[in-house]
């Protein structure tokens, strides 16, 4: 009986770490947040008599796949990088938990899958946008990571289409109030790359990524481009209140939200120190589910 005992458990623990395993390798808490912004886009869409369900969750389920499958297809092109790096070298290719071939053939069973649910239940529109993301981000994005700070305004855009997906997959059409919310996540994507970057500055060293602008410099500049980008968001986060796609209060809370986010900036542009970094780091990652988290409380019928 101990050996059986002792034999479940090892079997406990590796089917365990196998899920730990592949759960990493899709990038599980990224694909989760992108799928958030994907439902956002698409409560904030609909207009139809009754909701649709069906598009709802072939959106939110085909939505996660292709993220963790560009995910999955990130860390199998940087598998060599990551190991240079504190903070990815952990990952499962790295550490070879799971092998090439076996990352391989998930992230493609993943992508197909994923695709075909947007297919089946969106419409063509949102499955070749989610096509075109996968694409820029995985086959653009990535190499330019190593060649210079253009590849954050590459990685914006797949960074900035889950909304606009959403959207798509609950109108069938790209609308200005469409191009409103994809350019709010857009621009948000400037500060909160350039944040993580200044942050694991000696990490990307190490890999010989060059996302900070400025020259790749920790200095007043690179901060000043930060808060300008920050600033950008206060009249953005007002333009779904202006146009009516939703009420005055989530104006109100982008707007306190956006000087909350801006105010740490300039304690950027003060020290240009690590923390104040982290600060803005940690901002950005409040402010764009609290700021669409409101947008979807105050839809306007």
């Keep these: 009986m101990r050996t059986v005992d002792v034999t479940d458990r090892s079997i406990s623990v590796f089917i365990f770490e196998r899920i730990k395993a592949y759960s990493d390798l899709i990038k599980l808490r990224l694909s989760a947040l992108v799928t958030f912004s994907a439902v956002f886009g698409y409560i904030l869409g609909d207009r139809g ?18 993220s963790g ?109 469409a191009m409103i919310i994809f350019g709010i996540q857009f621009i948000w994507q400037f500060p909160h790359f350039w944040a993580i970057a200044w942050v694991s500055d000696e990490d990307y ?22 808060m300008i980008y920050t600033l950008f968001l206060l009249p953005l986060g007002l333009l779904p209140s202006y146009f009516g796609l939703t009420g005055l209060n989530s104006g109100i809370v982008a707007t306190v939200c956006g000087v909350l986010f801006l105010a740490q900036t300039f304690s950027l542009m003060r020290d240009c120190s690590r923390k104040s970094a982290l600060k803005i780091m940690f901002g950005s990652f409040l402010y764009l589910p609290i700021v669409q988290i409101a947008y979807l409380l105050d839809k306007l019928p």
């Design 205 to 226: 060293k190490r890999a010989g990524f060059k996302l900070l602008p400025s020259g790749g410099g920790q200095d007043l500049n690179t901060a000043i481009q930060i």
């Design 69 to 177: 499958a560009s995910g999955a297809a990130n860390e199998i092109m940087e598998r060599d990088l990551d190991k240079l790096m504190k903070r990815t070298q952990n990952r499962p290719l790295p550490l070879k938990i799971i092998s090439l071939q076996e990352a391989y053939w998930f992230t493609s069973l993943v992508a197909i899958l994923g695709i075909t649910l947007l297919w089946i239940f969106t419409n063509p529109l949102t499955t070749w946008l989610g096509i075109l993301s996968m694409i820029l981000y995985v086959f653009v994005y990535t190499p330019l990571k190593r060649v210079g700070p253009v590849a954050v305004f590459v990685g914006a855009i797949p960074g900035a289409m889950p909304p606009l997906l959403g959207w798509t997959a609950a109108t069938g059409s790209i609308s200005y109030e």
């Design 49 to 66: 008599v009754s909701f649709g369900w069906a598009g709802f969750l072939g959106l939110a389920l085909g939505g996660f796949l292709i």
